[in-house]
Protein backbone atom coordinates (compact mmCIF):
# COMPACT_ATOMS: atom_id res chain seq x y z
CA UNK A 1 0.00 0.00 0.00
CA UNK A 2 1.19 3.55 -0.73
CA UNK A 3 0.06 6.12 1.97
CA UNK A 4 -0.93 9.53 1.28
CA UNK A 5 -2.11 12.44 2.92
CA UNK A 6 -3.78 15.86 1.14
CA UNK A 7 -3.35 19.29 1.84
CA UNK A 8 -5.48 21.75 0.38
CA UNK A 9 -7.51 25.05 1.55
CA UNK A 10 -10.54 24.30 -0.81
CA UNK A 11 -12.62 21.95 1.32
CA UNK A 12 -13.82 20.34 -2.43
CA UNK A 13 -10.49 19.68 -3.77
CA UNK A 14 -9.65 17.24 -0.72
CA UNK A 15 -13.19 15.88 -1.16
CA UNK A 16 -12.44 15.07 -4.59
CA UNK A 17 -8.94 13.67 -4.14
CA UNK A 18 -10.63 11.97 -1.06
CA UNK A 19 -12.76 10.03 -3.78
CA UNK A 20 -10.04 9.37 -6.39
CA UNK A 21 -7.91 7.56 -4.07
CA UNK A 22 -10.68 5.85 -2.54
CA UNK A 23 -11.14 3.98 -6.16
CA UNK A 24 -7.34 3.10 -6.21
CA UNK A 25 -6.75 0.13 -4.61
CA UNK A 26 -3.21 0.25 -3.62
CA UNK A 27 -3.55 3.84 -2.31
CA UNK A 28 -4.97 4.66 1.27
CA UNK A 29 -5.54 8.12 2.80
CA UNK A 30 -4.14 8.04 6.07
CA UNK A 31 -5.41 12.41 6.54
CA UNK A 32 -6.60 15.78 4.84
CA UNK A 33 -5.50 19.11 5.90
CA UNK A 34 -6.56 22.21 4.87
CA UNK A 35 -3.45 24.14 5.63
CA UNK A 36 0.52 22.96 5.29
CA UNK A 37 1.58 23.89 9.00
CA UNK A 38 -1.02 21.34 10.53
CA UNK A 39 0.44 19.05 7.81
CA UNK A 40 4.22 19.94 9.10
CA UNK A 41 2.53 18.88 13.23
CA UNK A 42 1.57 15.47 11.71
CA UNK A 43 4.74 14.58 9.73
CA UNK A 44 6.76 15.42 12.55
CA UNK A 45 5.15 12.02 14.37
CA UNK A 46 3.75 9.76 11.26
CA UNK A 47 5.36 8.90 7.65
CA UNK A 48 3.90 8.95 4.53
CA UNK A 49 4.80 7.80 1.06
CA UNK A 50 2.99 9.98 -1.30
CA UNK A 51 1.60 14.21 -0.46
CA UNK A 52 -1.10 15.64 -2.70
CA UNK A 53 0.36 19.20 -2.44
CA UNK A 54 -1.92 22.25 -3.30
CA UNK A 55 0.77 25.09 -4.15
CA UNK A 56 -1.04 28.29 -3.61
CA UNK A 57 -2.32 28.38 0.41
CA UNK A 58 -2.34 31.13 2.83
CA UNK A 59 0.37 31.30 5.61
CA UNK A 60 2.62 28.36 3.80
CA UNK A 61 2.63 27.89 0.09
CA UNK A 62 2.38 24.50 -0.99
CA UNK A 63 6.31 25.45 -2.31
CA UNK A 64 7.31 27.06 0.82
CA UNK A 65 6.09 23.80 2.38
CA UNK A 66 7.71 21.08 0.44
CA UNK A 67 10.90 22.96 0.44
CA UNK A 68 10.88 22.86 4.54
CA UNK A 69 11.04 19.60 4.52
CA UNK A 70 14.37 17.59 5.40
CA UNK A 71 13.37 14.80 3.75
CA UNK A 72 10.15 14.75 1.87
CA UNK A 73 7.68 12.11 0.80
CA UNK A 74 7.17 11.85 -2.74
CA UNK A 75 4.83 15.01 -3.78
CA UNK A 76 2.28 15.08 -6.55
CA UNK A 77 1.35 19.11 -6.73
CA UNK A 78 -2.29 20.22 -7.34
CA UNK A 79 -2.91 23.84 -8.43
CA UNK A 80 -5.40 25.99 -10.80
CA UNK A 81 -1.75 27.71 -11.82
CA UNK A 82 0.35 26.45 -14.34
CA UNK A 83 3.26 28.60 -13.83
CA UNK A 84 4.36 26.76 -10.74
CA UNK A 85 4.96 23.53 -13.04
CA UNK A 86 8.55 24.28 -13.34
CA UNK A 87 9.33 25.49 -9.66
CA UNK A 88 7.60 21.95 -8.89
CA UNK A 89 9.83 20.19 -10.69
CA UNK A 90 12.82 21.92 -9.22
CA UNK A 91 11.59 20.28 -6.11
CA UNK A 92 11.27 16.58 -7.40
CA UNK A 93 8.19 16.85 -7.48
CA UNK A 94 7.35 13.10 -8.57
CA UNK A 95 4.24 14.95 -10.94
CA UNK A 96 1.93 18.46 -11.40
CA UNK A 97 -1.76 17.98 -11.92
CA UNK A 98 -3.87 21.05 -13.00
CA UNK A 99 -7.21 21.98 -11.58
CA UNK A 100 -10.04 20.94 -12.12
CA UNK A 101 -8.27 17.37 -12.16
CA UNK A 102 -10.12 14.49 -14.02
CA UNK A 103 -9.98 11.34 -12.42
CA UNK A 104 -8.16 10.22 -15.82
CA UNK A 105 -5.68 12.59 -15.24
CA UNK A 106 -5.17 11.50 -11.53
CA UNK A 107 -4.94 7.76 -12.26
CA UNK A 108 -2.40 8.71 -14.87
CA UNK A 109 -0.28 9.90 -12.78
CA UNK A 110 -0.99 7.90 -9.75
CA UNK A 111 0.47 4.98 -12.03
CA UNK A 112 3.78 6.49 -13.24
CA UNK A 113 4.39 7.68 -9.30
CA UNK A 114 3.79 4.22 -8.67
CA UNK A 115 6.21 2.33 -11.59
CA UNK A 116 8.68 5.07 -10.73
CA UNK A 117 8.83 5.30 -7.04
CA UNK A 118 7.54 2.60 -5.15
CA UNK A 119 7.21 -0.89 -7.35
CA UNK A 120 9.50 -2.59 -5.39
CA UNK A 121 8.26 -1.20 -2.34
CA UNK A 122 5.74 -4.15 -1.24
CA UNK A 123 6.86 -7.56 -1.84
CA UNK A 124 6.73 -10.93 -0.98
CA UNK A 125 9.85 -11.06 2.17
CA UNK A 126 9.79 -14.97 2.79
CA UNK A 127 8.04 -18.25 2.88
CA UNK A 128 8.96 -20.64 5.50
CA UNK A 129 9.75 -24.39 4.05
CA UNK A 130 7.53 -26.05 6.36
CA UNK A 131 4.31 -24.49 4.40
CA UNK A 132 2.54 -23.96 7.59
CA UNK A 133 3.08 -19.82 7.37
CA UNK A 134 4.37 -17.03 5.00
CA UNK A 135 5.63 -13.09 5.83
CA UNK A 136 4.16 -10.38 3.43
CA UNK A 137 4.98 -6.63 3.64
CA UNK A 138 2.12 -4.86 3.84
CA UNK A 139 2.20 -1.32 4.26
CA UNK A 140 5.09 -0.28 6.83
CA UNK A 141 5.16 -4.24 8.47
CA UNK A 142 5.78 -7.53 8.11
CA UNK A 143 2.88 -9.30 9.03
CA UNK A 144 2.74 -13.39 9.39
CA UNK A 145 0.06 -15.43 7.94
CA UNK A 146 -1.04 -18.71 8.88
CA UNK A 147 -2.21 -21.11 5.80
CA UNK A 148 -4.64 -21.89 7.21
CA UNK A 149 -6.26 -18.89 8.65
CA UNK A 150 -6.39 -17.87 4.94
CA UNK A 151 -10.30 -18.13 3.05
CA UNK A 152 -9.20 -16.89 -0.33
CA UNK A 153 -7.11 -14.91 -2.14
CA UNK A 154 -8.60 -11.76 -4.62
CA UNK A 155 -6.41 -10.59 -7.14
CA UNK A 156 -6.40 -7.25 -8.14
CA UNK A 157 -3.97 -6.14 -11.03
CA UNK A 158 -0.57 -5.96 -9.59
CA UNK A 159 -2.07 -6.23 -6.11
CA UNK A 160 -3.80 -9.48 -4.08
CA UNK A 161 -6.00 -8.85 -0.96
CA UNK A 162 -5.35 -12.05 1.53
CA UNK A 163 -8.79 -12.74 3.22
CA UNK A 164 -8.56 -14.69 6.50
CA UNK A 165 -11.32 -16.06 9.07
CA UNK A 166 -11.75 -13.59 11.81
CA UNK A 167 -9.22 -11.08 10.64
CA UNK A 168 -8.75 -8.25 8.30
CA UNK A 169 -7.87 -8.52 4.49
CA UNK A 170 -4.33 -7.80 3.91
CA UNK A 171 -3.41 -6.09 0.88
CA UNK A 172 0.37 -6.83 -0.69
CA UNK A 173 2.06 -5.91 -3.67
CA UNK A 174 2.13 -9.07 -5.70
CA UNK A 175 0.32 -11.17 -8.57
CA UNK A 176 -1.75 -14.17 -8.09
CA UNK A 177 1.19 -16.21 -10.54
CA UNK A 178 3.41 -15.29 -7.82
CA UNK A 179 1.92 -16.07 -4.36
CA UNK A 180 0.17 -18.96 -6.18
CA UNK A 181 3.86 -20.51 -6.36
CA UNK A 182 4.58 -20.59 -2.67
CA UNK A 183 0.46 -22.12 -1.96
CA UNK A 184 0.72 -25.77 -0.88
CA UNK A 185 -1.88 -27.32 -4.18
CA UNK A 186 -3.03 -29.84 -1.86
CA UNK A 187 -4.54 -27.00 -0.08
CA UNK A 188 -5.11 -24.29 -2.26
CA UNK A 189 -6.38 -23.85 -5.56
CA UNK A 190 -6.90 -21.29 -8.57
CA UNK A 191 -10.47 -21.30 -9.73
CA UNK A 192 -10.64 -18.05 -11.35
CA UNK A 193 -8.35 -15.00 -12.75
CA UNK A 194 -8.85 -13.33 -9.77
CA UNK A 195 -9.32 -16.07 -7.02
CA UNK A 196 -7.59 -18.52 -5.45
CA UNK A 197 -9.61 -20.97 -2.53
CA UNK A 198 -8.25 -22.28 0.66
CA UNK A 199 -9.92 -25.95 -0.38
CA UNK A 200 -10.23 -26.99 3.42
CA UNK A 201 -12.09 -23.27 4.06
CA UNK A 202 -15.24 -24.30 1.61
CA UNK A 203 -18.38 -24.66 2.58
CA UNK A 204 -21.20 -25.15 -0.22
CA UNK A 205 -20.54 -25.36 -4.31
CA UNK A 206 -23.49 -24.75 -6.09
CA UNK A 207 -24.60 -23.42 -9.87
CA UNK A 208 -20.62 -22.68 -10.41
CA UNK A 209 -19.40 -20.83 -7.73
CA UNK A 210 -18.32 -21.54 -4.07
CA UNK A 211 -20.02 -20.10 -1.07
CA UNK A 212 -17.95 -18.58 1.93
CA UNK A 213 -19.25 -17.25 4.94
CA UNK A 214 -23.09 -17.75 3.60
CA UNK A 215 -22.92 -14.50 2.04
CA UNK A 216 -19.43 -14.91 -0.08
CA UNK A 217 -19.70 -16.04 -3.79
CA UNK A 218 -16.61 -17.05 -5.77
CA UNK A 219 -17.21 -17.40 -9.12
CA UNK A 220 -15.99 -20.68 -11.05
CA UNK A 221 -14.25 -19.56 -14.28
CA UNK A 222 -14.33 -22.34 -17.12
CA UNK A 223 -10.51 -22.08 -17.83
CA UNK A 224 -10.00 -23.87 -13.82
CA UNK A 225 -13.36 -25.26 -14.11
CA UNK A 226 -11.54 -29.09 -14.86
CA UNK A 227 -9.38 -29.41 -11.95
CA UNK A 228 -11.83 -27.77 -9.49
CA UNK A 229 -14.15 -30.58 -10.72
CA UNK A 230 -11.71 -33.07 -10.51
CA UNK A 231 -11.25 -32.18 -6.64
CA UNK A 232 -14.38 -32.61 -6.00
CA UNK A 233 -14.85 -35.89 -7.52
CA UNK A 234 -11.93 -37.40 -5.60
CA UNK A 235 -13.37 -36.35 -2.37
CA UNK A 236 -16.85 -36.52 -2.97
CA UNK A 237 -18.66 -39.59 -0.88
CA UNK A 238 -20.04 -42.29 -2.76
Given at each position: ?I???????E?LA??Q??????K??Y????K??S???K???????????LMF???????L???E??K?L?????V?F?T????Y????????A?????K??????????I??????Y???N????????D??????K?????????L????????MR???R??Q????????L?N????M????????MR?????I??????Q????N?????????????DQ???????F???????
Open positions: MSCITIDDPLKLGSYIDIPLTLLSFSAVALEFLQENEVDVDINMPDSGMFVSTNPSKITAYREAVEGFQVDADYLVPISFAAFSKAEKTKQRFSQEQLVNIKHDKFLFISEYKIVRIDNNIKYIEGDYIIHVHEKPIMALMGKIEHLPSGSFIHRSFVNLDKITVERRITFDKDVYIPISYKDDFQKLDDNFLK
